[in-house]
């Protein structure tokens, strides 16, 4: 079966601070992966997703960045983050084609002080 | 580009009374998937529907795709307090390699 893992549950980092988030999949191979923020009470914005290692598609322009240095693995980080990163961050990953579901992640939720 | 759209935003009902959430997208869609986070969780896959008029029931849950492809529904029949969460529905992108998410319907069970 297969797993997603994230981590940290909680984050607290003071503004200007650098980000690293990290999620691993297990008991899957070439998914490709992605990145939400979700705004306390709203909807999902996604940030960016993966097809293949070393391919990111970038959705919302910001300070953020991802890499996928493995095939299961997807990082999110940022050199110096802002007021407006805080939220809670979604992992998720999917089997390729649209007719695949996507399972997300436990989630981060970071506050930026 | 393409949007998905939900109403209402909020809902809250008593307990065992009926709730209904509508999704809406500005592009016809090859399928329709809804997915249910509750409070301080995650989102989870509840469901998908591909064919045109599709109807699929889940317990108390009735799911419809709309005849154009274009938009869709979730039924709750007689709600409970377990149903309390956001309700999502998500249509693929263009190239299928995404879901767009729309801004979700939460809803609130009054016991």
């Known amino acids: 079966s297969q797993t997603i893992h994230q981590w940290p549950a909680t984050l607290v980092q003071p503004v200007g601070s650098p980000l690293s988030l990290e999620c691993t999949v297990e008991?899957?191979?070439?998914?490709?992966l992605y990145w939400y923020r979700q705004a306390a009470g709203r909807g999902l914005q996604l940030l960016f997703y993966s097809v293949g290692i070393g391919q990111i598609s970038s959705e919302v322009p910001q300070n953020l960045s991802a890499s996928r240095p493995q095939d299961r693995q997807f990082i999110l980080s940022s050199k110096k983050l802002l007021l407006s990163d805080s939220g809670f961050y979604l992992c998720?990953?999917?089997?390729?084609?649209?007719?695949?579901?996507?399972?997300f992640g436990p989630g981060t939720r970071l506050t930026v002080l | 580009g393409q949007q998905v759209m939900q109403i209402p935003q909020y809902q809250h009902v008593q307990e065992g009374e009926d709730f209904t959430t509508y999704c809406n997208s500005s592009?016809?869609?090859?399928?329709i998937q809804w997915y249910k986070q509750r409070p301080g969780g995650h989102p989870v896959f509840l469901i998908q529907?591909?064919?045109?008029?599709e109807v699929k029931k889940q317990k108390r849950l009735t799911f419809q795709f709309g005849e154009a492809k274009k938009n869709s529904s979730l039924h709750i029949t007689a709600t409970q307090t377990t149903d309390v969460g956001t309700y999502f529905c998500?249509?693929?992108?263009?190239?299928?390699?995404?879901?767009?998410f729309g801004p979700g319907t939460r809803l609130s069970v009054l016991p």
């Open positions: 592009t016809t869609l090859s399928n």
């Open positions: 998500a249509g693929p992108d263009n190239y299928g390699q995404n879901f767009v």
């Open positions: 998720a990953w999917m089997w390729r084609g649209p007719y695949n579901e996507q399972f």
């Open positions: 529907l591909v064919k045109s008029g």
């Open positions: 008991g899957t191979s070439n998914p490709n």
